[in-house]
């Protein structure tokens, strides 16, 4: 297992150069499924982990997440990049403090929205940036090479010009020393495009959690630099899981059965993976 520094330089150095997938498990087993397939890094998702908690997303409090962050960050040999939500805390004072408590999970960076938590409001350009110059100064005061990642949630709100505004934004957030941008919700090659142009050379973060999408390939082109999927392979586990109680509960069938891993390649592969990664709970 590499070190957290290990694991942190790692991540810093896939963010200078070329194009990466990273996928967001929702708990130990799907990282380590996740790493198996060969992927660089892993992120986490809010809804995942609040949807196996029987939660809506943003129902789980900050000590649940930074538990499950550290879980996953422990878990798995790649870097992790955590979803921190709109940081637990609205004020600059109180982001500060849950940025190094999320920096001592050993995670390799995080993720902060402009997005009011429990609302669809985003803050006001100018707290949203004091936001983000608070989570770099107490990232800096840790001394810890942890990855600032600024989101902004403009074409998740309903905003009249999602575009132009998450674009002003962005840059402002880059500028407070964000060190990866992300505005997820941008769909099109045009849209994107604007925004790689727009936070350049800092590197764009793109979300696909939906069909019909650009491939990888076509962003690589575009010069996105990183590509996750949020709570998607959370939300394809849970379709397979009620389309299959479902048929039980109103068939009486169990033919969806055939579809299922068995258990022995299932304990096969997490037979051969514990012995590399202990979990320790």
């Known amino acids: 297992m590499p070190s957290v520094a ?3 330089a790692r991540f810093r150095a896939l963010h200078e150069t070329g194009c990466f997938v990273i996928p967001n ?6 990282a380590r499924y996740l790493q198996h397939l060969g992927f660089k890094a892993l992120a986490t998702t809010s809804s995942g982990a ?22 996953l960050a422990e878990a798995s040999d790649l870097p992790m990049n955590a979803d921190f939500c709109s940081g637990f805390a609205d004020d600059p004072v109180g982001l500060a403090e849950s940025v190094r408590l999320v920096v001592k999970t050993g995670t390799s960076g995080f993720s902060i929205e402009d997005m009011i938590a429990g609302s669809r409001k ?49 840059q402002k ?25 727009a936070v350049a050379p ?20 575009l010069g996105v630099r990183r590509v996750s999927v949020g709570g998607a392979l959370a939300r394809t586990a849970w379709a397979g899981f009620i389309q299959a109680a479902r048929e039980i509960a109103e068939t009486g069938s169990f033919e969806v059965f055939s579809a299922a891993k068995t258990a022995g390649d299932l ?3 997490f037979r051969d993976d514990s012995r590399i990664n202990p979990v320790t709970y």
């Not at 498990?25 to 799907?30: A, C, Q």
């Not at 074409?155 to 998450?166: G, M, S």
């Not at 060190?179 to 099109?188: E, H, K, M």
């Open 122 to 170: 985003l803050y006001d350009i100018g707290q949203a940036v004091e936001r983000v110059a608070a989570a770099r100064a107490a990232i800096d005061q840790t001394a810890e090479d942890v990855l600032l990642v600024a989101r902004s949630e403009c074409f998740l709100t309903e905003h009249p010009e999602p575009l132009k505004e998450a674009t002003r934004r962005l």
């Open 25 to 30: 498990p929702w708990d130990v087993g799907s």
């Open 173 to 197: 957030y880059a500028e407070a020393g964000a060190d990866c941008l992300f505005a997820p919700g941008v769909r099109t090659r045009e849209d994107i495009a604007a925004l790689v142009k």
């Open 50 to 71: 609040a949807f196996a908690q029987g939660l809506p997303d943003g129902g789980l409090t900050r000590e649940a997440t930074l538990a499950h962050i550290r879980l």
């Open 267 to 269: 304990n096969a592969f």
């Open 6 to 8: 290990e694991k942190r």
């Open 202 to 221: 800092k590197p764009l973060n793109v979300l696909v959690g939906w069909p019909g999408g650009l491939t990888v390939s076509e962003m690589a082109e």
